[in-house]
């Protein structure tokens, strides 16, 4: 029988707005720049240059794997790599906001990281995958690595049955090589690496691997934001990049 999520002791002393991204509704400088400061810290520029890194391998993978449905099962010692590398990057940036979040929390889990999903909301990032377009038309879920999270009521303790695929398929291959034919896939390559773009993005926001870096500026009583050209995200775009609604 599942058991009622009982969440550590809240830290205080952070906001929800210092822990993840959310959006500035009232223009105010002050928390305008912190958001830019959180975007351009070493921390931020540490997980932009891994995630680039991650991403890099996979767009270089489709030169020799078309991302078709039929390929999506083509396995290799690539694929591995790159899951073992997004799984783990997914981890970092979990762990980060956790840790702002909690206090007293012992040992964290997948499970905690799944928990996050009360305050982040993987599943309403709304974005755009030009190179995927017909491939995830034809496999409705590849798009949606935390599909899984569809049956969690947050409200009672995650489960095995709400773990994504592609973590099961981290710690498969993480600790077997013998794994490697069945778990180290393209279909699960690009799921992993889209569920480190999803906890970026809700951590960090807009302006880091995608979307406009916006710097605040005074002019006179006013504040104003400056767009700054970053390196862009080359699968995924989001709607804000868009100025529009995609499904």
Not at 84 to 96: A, D, G, T, Y
Not at 158 to 184: Q, R, T
Request: hydrophobic residues 40%.
């Amino acid at each position: 029988m599942a058991e009622l999520i009982s969440l550590p002791v809240r830290n205080e002393s952070l906001s929800d707005n210092d822990c993840f991204y959310i959006e500035s509704v009232n223009n105010n400088f002050n928390e305008l720049q912190k958001l830019y400061e959180r975007k351009i810290s070493q921390e931020a520029n540490n997980i932009r240059l891994q995630y680039f890194s991650i991403e890099k391998e996979l767009i270089n993978s489709f030169k020799y794997v078309n991302p078709i449905t039929s390929n999506l099962s083509t396995s290799s010692v690539k694929f591995a790599s790159i899951i073992r590398e997004s799984s783990n990057l997914f981890e970092q940036v979990s762990r980060i906001i956790y840790e702002k979040l909690f206090k007293d929390y012992g040992r964290i889990n997948i499970f905690n990281y799944l928990t996050l999903d009360i305050f982040l909301r993987f599943n309403d990032l709304k974005f755009h995958c030009p190179s995927l377009t017909i491939v995830s038309s034809e496999n409705p879920n590849l798009l949606r690595p935390f599909c899984s999270m569809d049956s969690w009521n947050n409200q009672m303790k995650p489960e095995l049955v709400n773990v994504p695929n592609w973590w099961i398929a981290y710690n498969k291959i993480k600790h077997s090589p013998n794994a490697l034919a069945n778990y180290s896939t393209l279909k699960i390559s690009i799921q992993s690496i889209l569920a480190v773009y999803i906890v970026i993005n809700k951590y960090l926001g807009p302006g880091v691997i995608s979307g406009s870096l916006l710097k605040p500026e005074r002019n006179g009583n006013e504040t104003i934001q400056r767009e700054i050209t970053i390196e862009q995200s080359k699968l995924f775009i989001d709607t804000l990049t868009l100025m529009g609604y995609v499904a």
